[in-house]
């Protein structure tokens, strides 16, 4: 069965940094394009970050420099290590799987989040 | 960056009825468009990608439709537990900058 599990979330000091885990059981992490989506009250859902099977990164312009996604094959684990945390980041993150459709038309990919874990709370407060 | 918005904010429905979702990008984004379905404390749940491609197991009352900047998702005979929030979602900026609509609730009438 595909499964996606995260852990790691919590409270923590604005200024901080935590790291979250996505534990991944079904298939293999590597072979997949792989998303970190967070779910805030101000903002709703925003995708934050992606890594391609590849193992290049991607970040929203909101974290760059202060988020890194990360997997660790051995664990077949994402991660996602959160620094300089503000009060904004504060929500539900949750890992997908992410999957690709090619549009010939516009002879590019449209991707889409396919699998979801049931996500993981950070609170960020003093 | 690609703004999404999505019509109504909200709507009741009573079971057996039809539900149009409209959803529309600041600009083209061809059929770069998915759909998903969010219940009270889960997850969202891929309901359609490529703007009218059905997920594996979605119910065939789901459907999509649109090109360009305006997109329809629509439910054809309601069902108690479709009651949940829908999230249109632009792939045309690359990952992770396509951005998701604000929500339609659809809940009971």
């Known amino acids: 069965e595909v499964q996606l599990v995260e852990s790691g979330g919590g409270l923590v000091q604005p200024g901080g940094s935590l790291r979250l885990s996505c534990a991944v059981s079904g298939f293999i992490v590597s072979n997949y394009d792989m998303s970190w989506v967070r779910q805030t009250l101000g903002k709703g859902l925003e995708w934050v970050s992606f890594i391609h099977t590849g193992g290049t990164p991607r970040y929203a312009d909101s974290v760059k420099g202060r988020f890194t996604i990360s997997r660790q094959n051995r664990k077949n684990t994402l991660y996602l290590e959160m620094a300089s945390l503000r009060h904004e980041d504060a929500g539900v993150y949750y890992c997908a799987r992410t999957r690709d459709s090619y549009t010939s038309d516009a002879n590019r990919n449209n991707y889409y989040m396919d699998v979801w874990g049931k996500g993981t709370t950070l609170i960020v407060s003093s | 960056d690609i703004q999404m918005t999505q019509s109504p904010s909200s709507l009741s429905a009573s079971v057996g009825d039809r539900v149009t979702i409209t959803c529309r990008a600041s600009?083209?984004?061809?059929?770069?468009l998915n759909w998903y379905q969010q219940k009270p404390g889960k997850a969202p749940h891929l309901l359609i990608y490529s703007a009218s491609t059905l997920h594996t197991g979605v119910p065939s009352r789901f459907s999509g439709s649109g090109s360009g900047t305006d997109f329809t998702l629509t439910i054809n005979g309601v069902q108690p537990e479709d009651f949940a929030t829908y999230y249109c979602?632009?792939?045309?900026?690359?990952?992770?900058?396509?951005?998701f609509g604000p929500g339609t609730k659809v809940d009971f009438k």
């Open positions: 979602q632009q792939s045309a900026s690359d990952p992770p900058r396509g951005t």
């Open positions: 600009q083209s984004i061809s059929i770069f």
